[in-house]
């Protein structure tokens, strides 16, 4: 069974630092509103949670020169 590492800080309200084994990321918003995520893998995804099942999410990957 591999071994995982995920651990999310909450820094101030509406901002968390997200840290796993390889990346880090922050992500601003709320949980229930609009997010945008930068990582430090190069990602950036804004999502957002609809009512029910639905939801939407899009990623774009930024180039090293960013």
Known sequence: MPVT???????????R???N??????????KNGPRYTRSSTG?????IDLPG???YRTTR???RED
Do not use: A, E, M
């Not at 084994?21 to 709320?30: A, E």
């Not at 990602?43 to 999502?47: A, L, P, Q, V």
């Open 17 to 19: 630092i997200n840290i």
């Open 53 to 55: 099942p639905f939801g």
């Open 21 to 30: 084994r390889r990346s880090w990321s922050v992500t601003f918003g709320s």
């Open 5 to 15: 590492f995920r651990k999310s800080f909450r820094i101030l309200p509406g901002v």
């Open 61 to 63: 990957r930024r180039n």
């Open 43 to 47: 990602r950036d995804t804004y999502s």
